[in-house]
């Protein structure tokens, strides 16, 4: 054997300890890809069914909002007719009670009797 043969075998088995030095490593990462991909697999397995129920309880909630957007309305309306019937009741009852009040107050003061605040009244 030459030197150049004990060069070379040195090489080749440096060579072979870097490679098994390295294939350990890469062992291993594989095991983390698989476990990796296990994960994923199993996040996208829960995550199907919890966007199926998201999606389920968005349109019952539009649903909600479509029927409290109804009353809402229904009530806006209501409140409308309520004004309008007031503005009416004053309009029909307030206008006669004022004639009255008034025409009291002259009865009165044609009498030249005041009320006094207390029940008594004075001449």
């Known amino acids: 054997m030459t030197g150049s043969d004990i060069a070379g075998l040195i090489a080749a088995g440096v060579f072979a300890v ?5 294939a350990i490593p890469i062992w291993k990462l594989g095991k983390v890809f698989d476990e990796l991909r296990g994960a994923v697999r199993e996040v996208s397995d829960g995550t199907t069914p919890l966007l199926s129920e998201v999606t389920n309880t968005v349109a019952t909630t ?3 909002l479509r029927k409290v ?3 809402t ?3 806006s309306d ?7 019937l007031s503005s009416l009741a004053a309009a029909t009852v307030g206008r006669p009670l004022i004639k009255v009040a008034a025409f009291s107050a002259g009865v009165r003061s044609a009498l030249g009797t005041k009320p006094t605040g207390k029940g008594r009244r004075s001449r």
Request: hydrophobic share 50%.
């Open 78 to 84: 209501a409140s409308a007719n309520i004004s309008a």
């Open 18 to 22: 870097l490679v098994a030095l390295l």
């Open 69 to 71: 957007d109804g009353i």
């Open 62 to 64: 539009n649903d909600q």
């Open 73 to 75: 309305s229904q009530v």
